[in-house]
């Protein structure tokens, strides 16, 4: 089990009209990844905190997000649609990532988003 390190925290960058790919893996403090068979997963960026207003929305669920099972990967996924429709005037953002299994929520990554606009388009 990972135990109750705090969440990661890391800057990540949305190119309005791109695809947002970010690929994870979630290991133990070994280095061994943990099996994440049995987890769904949930990832928003909102403007700011109390934003009522999802900038982006994936999960599981959705499709947004891929887990690997065994091997503790993280694929997470925006389609370009999504980056495109966020307003112009919104240039950065928060985010957090997390992974859940039954009652347990595991908050495993954080940070801002630096949200870069669209030229061609």
Not at 21 to 37: E, F, M, R, S, V
């Amino acid at each position: 089990a990972a135990g109750n390190m705090a969440a990661g925290r890391r800057k990540i960058k949305i190119e309005k009209g791109a695809t947002f790919l970010w690929n994870l893996t979630w290991k133990d403090n070994t280095g061994t990844p943990i099996n994440l068979t049995g987890y769904t997963a949930r990832m928003q960026v909102r403007h700011t905190i109390n934003s009522t207003e999802k900038l982006l929305d994936m999960t599981t669920e959705n499709g947004g997000i891929v887990l690997g099972g065994a091997l503790g990967t993280i694929a997470i996924t925006g389609s370009a649609t999504a980056t495109a429709a966020i307003a112009d005037n919104i240039k950065s953002g928060v985010y957090d990532l997390e992974l859940v299994n039954g009652s347990i929520v595991k908050r495993l990554m954080e940070g801002e988003a630096e949200i870069s606009p669209e030229v061609t388009r």
